[in-house]
């Protein structure tokens, strides 16, 4: 009798180990694929920082990707500048229409909300935040590609969008 229960147990232990894996690795891919939405391969930048509140409610989870540094084939870090933008939203317009940074710059844009929630999104880096009032957010990213990226505040109207334009790097 002791043989059968000693058996049930050991089948229970192999049960649980079994249960233990599976909700492991499901951990560990949901962890993994929520880093790759927040910093999408695709993106012609690659995130740093995407966002910090006050309160860091929201980290982004991808690595910077930089070039080498010319001629070097070192893998250091190529970055140029470090541009800070304020951008705030009020009566359902944005302070700023025009951004300008060069090509592998870190861009941070310091986004507040003046007299309601507004939010601030750049579409095609992937990268959205939200302000509350008189709340500001930041939004940091390298940018490795040159070209013009459209940013835009979807709460304030479809007139509230500006130009982040990127000169390649000489």
Known sequence: MTHKIA???SKLLIILIFLFILLSSTLLSYLYFSRLKSA???SPFKSILDIISGKS?????GKVQSPSTSGSGTGQVTVREIRTFEITAKNGQLSSEKITADQYDIVRISFSAADKKYDLALPSLGLKTQANKGETKLIEFQAVSSGSFEFLCGSCGKNAKGILLVAAKT
């Open 7 to 9: 058996k049930k147990q």
């Open 40 to 42: 999408p391969i695709a």
């Open 57 to 61: 409610s929201y980290l982004s989870r």
